[in-house]
């Protein structure tokens, strides 16, 4: 009798074990999600098929190791896990030694330094491949939050799904730059530069110059490129400029440095009339203003963005370029993240370039 009785106790523990064992597995798989509220004890006990007895041993496990939680009238949620703090932050930039980011770098850093937070920093170099191996590695990493400018952000990004369980594992993420549109979390935020704003002031400022015959050459990838374009085009009919498809040319980061090469021979006999042209940045400004005479011999004026290069326009050319608020955006991206991980909500931040100098 005492045999049979250890046996039944050891086939019991044996019962209600593996039952919490494979609920532990539907948290870790996201069958059940962080937050969520798991099945009713009836509705368990048939997915398990075992008694209601071993149901709520099961869950007293789970209850014990801090993965559920009890809500009195409402049900069992599965808990968040607890983020130990590491004083340290990811950065993620799409390149770091060129053109505007060291400038946005150094404004994060010291910001973070200040505060006591190290800083790792990660480059994706616009690739959405290299984006997904970094999120990757850094869920094995113990940091408290993200800096990140988005990879290719005009295009469905597979990625999205990380930076979804990041925050839902309570590490806040701050988007510079360029962000992903569909992703909606309190444990997320943007700081930004007004593009849209951006492209209407390049043909404002042109059409008061007297330029009615203005060319476009954007990036496709991005939403930078295609808010700029935006601007650009609804300034265009505003102004009562001459509205052509074939004036407008598309480039990606891939041809960043080649795109003129591929300008079809229609786009270039349309833009063959164009006085002035708007380009995406100075990067793209550069290219242009190499070929500029052999390209668009018409083009006396070239507007760009971001102030940052020194532009050397030939004989009879002249070069406006909107100054990207660099150090502000780094600035103010790091502050947003340290409010965040003191467990406040930040709103998105959409900020003005500096057009004083045109």
């Known amino acids: 009798m005492v045999y049979c009785r250890c046996k039944e106790i050891e086939m019991a523990n044996y019962r209600y074990k593996k039952t919490a064992d494979q609920m532990k597995a539907n948290i870790e798989d996201g069958t059940w999600p962080y ?4 099945p009713s ?7 398990y098929d075992c008694s209601r007895v071993t149901i709520r041993q099961a869950l007293d496990v789970l209850l014990e190791e801090g993965l559920i939680y009890k809500v009195r009238g409402s049900g069992t949620y599965i808990k ?5 703090p590491s004083y340290t932050i990811a950065v993620i930039t799409t390149y770091i030694s060129e053109y505007i980011f060291p400038s946005i770098l150094h404004a994060i850093e010291d910001c973070m330094e ?14 959405i491949a290299r ?36 925050a ?32 209407w002031t390049s043909v404002k400022k042109l059409h008061e110059l007297g330029h009615t015959k203005i060319g476009g ?28 498809d074939d004036k407008i040319s598309w480039f990606r980061t891939e041809t960043r440095k080649t795109f003129l090469r591929d300008l079809s021979t229609e786009t270039r006999k349309a833009m063959s009339d164009c006085t002035a042209l708007v380009v995406y940045n100075d990067i793209a400004a550069e290219v242009v203003l190499k070929k500029i005479k052999e390209y668009f011999p018409s083009v006396t ?19 406006m370029s909107l100054d990207h608020p660099k150090g502000k955006i780094g600035e103010t991206a790091a502050q947003k993240l340290l409010s965040m991980l003191n467990g406040n909500k930040e709103e998105s931040t959409t900020m003005d370039w500096d057009a004083s100098s045109l």
Do not use: W
């Not at 937050?35 to 798991?38: D, L």
């Not at 701050?174 to 979390?185: C, D, L, Q, R, T």
């Not at 507007?303 to 002249?318: A, M, Q």
């Open 114 to 127: 200040e505060q006591g937070y190290s800083v790792i920093i990660k480059t994706t170099k616009n690739s």
């Open 301 to 319: 004026m070239v507007f760009s963005f971001d102030k940052k290069y020194f532009l050397d326009p030939p004989d009879g050319v002249e070069v």
């Open 168 to 199: 839902e594992a309570d590490i806040p993420v701050v988007f510079f730059n360029g962000y992903y549109e569909n992703i909606s979390s309190p444990r997320i935020s943007y700081v930004v530069v007004d593009d849209y704003n951006g492209g």
């Open 131 to 166: 984006e997904r191996k970094i999120l990757k590695e850094l869920k094995d990493k113990n940091v408290d939050g993200i800096i990140v400018e988005g990879t290719k952000t005009a295009f469905p990004n597979p990625n999205v799904s990380f930076y979804e369980e990041i």
């Open 41 to 47: 004890e009836e509705k368990l006990r048939e997915m």
């Open 80 to 84: 968040k896990p607890v983020h130990e």
């Open 217 to 244: 050459i954007f990036k496709a990838d991005d939403m930078q490129g295609l808010r700029r374009f935006s601007g650009f085009v609804d300034a265009l009919i505003a102004y009562d400029c001459e509205l052509d």
């Open 35 to 38: 937050g969520s509220r798991i």
